[in-house]
């Protein structure tokens, strides 16, 4: 069994930065990829971010340059730090593990508005 718990959302203005964090508990071994994802209303979930076992990072375009991902082992926990948030980035954001299949954290609310 995987846990995964999302944090760090809320209201930011544009321009604002946020720090997301992906807590992980249970079966999770050192080395597995760590995803986010966001959802905005009436869009299909899609891939923002990916953190590789051997620490390569990947990112979605519209992101580049503006959001990171990294990860603590001792602590179990892979952050996205958001920065230069616009509106576009309004989404519930949620994190996934691969293992023996994708697991899925409940996500967390981003909203970027004046």
């Known amino acids: 069994q995987v846990q995964l718990v999302e944090s760090g959302g809320g209201l930011v203005q544009p321009g604002g930065s946020l720090r997301l964090s992906c807590a992980a508990s249970g079966r999770i071994f050192s080395g597995t990829a760590i995803f986010w994802y966001r959802q905005a209303p009436g869009k299909q979930r899609e891939y923002v971010a990916e953190?590789?076992?051997?620490?390569?990072?990947n990112y979605l375009d519209s992101v580049k340059g503006r959001f990171t991902i990294s990860g603590d082992n001792v602590k179990n926990t892979v952050y996205l730090q958001m920065n230069s948030l616009k509106p576009e980035d309004t989404a519930v954001y949620y994190c996934?593990?691969?293992?023996?299949?994708?697991?899925w954290g409940q996500g967390t609310q981003v909203t970027v508005s004046s």
């Open positions: 953190l590789q076992s051997g620490g390569s990072t």
């Open positions: 996934a593990a691969m293992m023996d299949r994708l697991y």
